[in-house]
């Protein structure tokens, strides 16, 4: 941001802040293909996998080209109306291992 008087200004912390990698979870026999999360990602991280779940529904999985691109900023979580879909911090995962 550049102030009135020409000063650009950061915060002082942005050398130590970075883009958080989300991992998905997709609990398939509970998606019914509203698409929502697919739709709405900013990230186009999803799409909708050949197969289907029990009830005929194709449900999301992660594109081929998107492994890392989710940047946990959790709108799949909040919109799917199925509760079928959700992230947790990837780097929580290394830590536990
Ligand atoms: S958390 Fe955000 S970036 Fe990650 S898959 Fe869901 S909508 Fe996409
Ligand atoms: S929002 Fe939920 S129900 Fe809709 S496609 Fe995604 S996982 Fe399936």
């Not at 802040?17 to 019914?32: Q, S, Y």
């Not at 080209?65 to 947790?88: M, Q, R």
């Amino acid at each position: 941001m550049t102030s009135a008087d020409g000063i650009v200004r950061k915060p002082m912390d942005l050398d130590r802040a970075g883009v958080p990698e989300g991992e998905v979870h997709i609990i398939t026999e509970r998606c019914k293909e509203c698409g929502y999360c697919i739709e709405y990602c900013p990230e186009k991280v999803l799409v909708y996998s050949k197969e289907i779940n029990s009830r005929g529904y194709h449900f999301p999985m992660i594109a081929e080209d998107k492994a890392t691109s989710c940047v946990l900023c959790k709108f799949c979580d909040l919109i799917c109306p199925e509760l079928a879909i959700y992230t947790t911090d990837a780097s929580d995962d290394e830590t536990q291992s």
